[in-house]
């Protein structure tokens, strides 16, 4: 079975501080790892993916397989990157469904 | 381009009663997904349709659910007999060929 777990439900950060949202998975092979983000009243869009290796609006995420987590980074946070936040997992065995976590909602004070 | 439409964009029943929700997923995009997110529960998988292969309906909660997706297009998911439960916002996702999913909107049910 796949499993995410995010386990922090909200972040608050200052602006200008750093910003790691944790994710980690469960899965028995070589995952997929994605990072996907949810705007106020927009919908739910891709942020990052492991294998692309970049960096989106500022934001990394390493995929440790030994810790078996994907954690997403942001050096310095900023107001526009308050939003919630999925970690998801697609895994070769499962078909191309994704398995989501719980999701972080971070929220970035002035 | 266009991208994932959804409707209707909300969606207030009565419990017992059947709904059908509808996606409409970019031109040529193969892959078409269904989700649930529910507050507690996060975001489920329902049900993956690829191009003219058996559709994956692994995470399809009960047999009250059901979905088609006709001509490999447009794509109607049904609830029968609605249960408060089923209250949720439920997204449709489309892609190339499994890969990036493209969400749309959502459609929010609630089940009175």
């Known amino acids: 079975a796949q499993r995410v777990t995010q386990p922090e439900k909200l972040l608050s950060v200052f602006k200008g501080a750093p910003v790691e949202l944790k994710c980690n998975y469960s899965?028995?092979?070589?995952?997929?790892l994605f990072w996907y983000v949810q705007y106020s009243r927009q919908r739910l869009q891709l942020l990052l993916r492991?294998?692309s290796r970049e960096s989106i609006k500022g934001f990394t995420a390493d995929l440790n397989k030994g810790e078996t987590s994907f954690h997403l980074k942001k050096p310095f946070a900023q107001e526009e990157d308050s939003a919630m936040y999925y970690c998801?997992?697609?895994?070769?065995?499962?078909?191309?469904?994704?398995?989501f976590g719980g999701g972080t909602r971070v929220l970035v004070k002035p | 381009g266009a991208g994932v439409s959804q409707s209707p964009s909300n969606k207030v029943t009565e419990k017992g009663k059947d709904v059908e929700l509808r996606c409409d997923p970019i031109?040529?995009?193969?892959?078409l997904y269904w989700y649930r997110q529910s507050l507690g529960q996060g975001l489920e998988f329902l049900i993956y349709f690829q191009g003219n292969s058996a559709p994956d309906k692994s995470g399809l909660p009960s047999d009250r659910f059901s979905a088609e997706r006709t001509g490999g297009s447009v794509s109607t998911l049904t609830i029968q007999r609605t249960q408060q439960e089923d209250s949720a916002v439920y997204l449709c996702?489309?892609?190339?060929?499994?890969?990036?999913?493209?969400f749309g909107p959502g459609t929010r049910l609630t089940v009175l």
């Open positions: 031109s040529g995009h193969t892959a």
């Open positions: 998801a997992l697609r895994g070769k065995a499962a078909g191309n469904k994704l398995t």
């Open positions: 899965y028995s092979g070589s995952p997929e």
């Open positions: 996702a489309s892609s190339p060929s499994g890969d990036t999913q493209y």
């Open positions: 492991h294998i």
